[in-house]
């Protein structure tokens, strides 16, 4: 059964800190990651990972993914209290009509 | 651009109603539609998606169905809630079969069955 499990669950950090976001999946045909960030409502796309090694970066975000082993990270630094929200990371399989596979998200609070 | 629009953003609803969500893409055309549901600190499941107007296609068992009258119009219905439907419903789209993977999501329907 397809499935992907992020951690940890939920993480509480100083303004300034370093975070790490896990992600590892099971994805038959896998063909990329995606992160979303999840604030009051919507979730906004963050990124999409295809190859494996090749971090991308957006501002104090970034991520990679590690297709032998299975699993990507998001890392965060110098986080900021506008950082908390719902980290959520899903898994893009081919042959299934373009669905995503949702993990249960990291639930992110940055205090001051 | 692509916007996607969804309502209400809000609705409490007493168990045994009926219910109607709508969702609807604008800035685009044959976009691939998803319902997905989120309860309380969870992810997101998905319920349903759509490539294409009258296709339907049930992700899970559930009292819930799903229409698709026109090209960027989505539609989740139920005859009679339960009190287990609670929870945040998200419509997405996608581009077409040779867009990129990334989908986006509307804002969003608080529903609370009571």
């Known amino acids: 059964e397809d499935k992907v499990v992020q951690s940890p669950l939920s993480l509480v950090v100083h303004e300034g800190d370093t975070v790490t976001l896990n992600c590892s999946y099971e994805?038959?045909?896998?063909?990329?990651l995606l992160w979303y960030k999840q604030e009051k409502k919507a979730p906004t796309f963050l990124f999409m990972l295809?190859?494996?090694?090749i971090e991308k970066k957006s501002g104090r975000l970034s991520s990679i993914l590690d297709k032998k082993e299975l699993f990507s990270i998001l890392n965060i630094t110098a986080t900021q209290t506008g950082d908390s929200a719902i980290y959520l990371c899903?898994?893009?399989?081919?042959?299934?009509?373009?669905?995503?596979?949702f993990g249960a998200g990291t639930r992110l609070a940055v205090h001051p | 651009s692509q916007t996607i629009h969804q309502w209400p953003a809000t609705l409490v609803q007493p168990v045994g109603s009926p219910l109607s969500l709508e969702c609807t893409v604008e800035?685009?055309?044959?976009?691939?539609l998803y319902w997905y549901r989120q309860a309380a600190g969870r992810g997101l499941q998905l319920l349903f998606y759509?490539?294409?107007?009258?296709?339907i296609s049930s992700e899970v068992p559930q009292n819930l169905s799903a229409s698709r009258p026109q090209d960027r119009q989505f539609i989740l219905s139920s005859k009679k809630l339960l009190l287990s439907d609670s929870g945040f419903y998200l419509c997405a789209w996608k581009g077409g079969r040779r867009s990129y993977n990334e989908q986006f999501f509307g804002p969003g329907t608080r529903l609370t069955v009571l």
């Open positions: 899903a898994g893009f399989f081919s042959g299934g009509y373009n669905k995503l596979i």
């Open positions: 994805v038959t045909n896998f063909r990329s």
């Open positions: 295809t190859s494996s090694g």
């Open positions: 759509s490539v294409g107007i009258g296709q």
């Open positions: 800035g685009t055309s044959n976009p691939n």
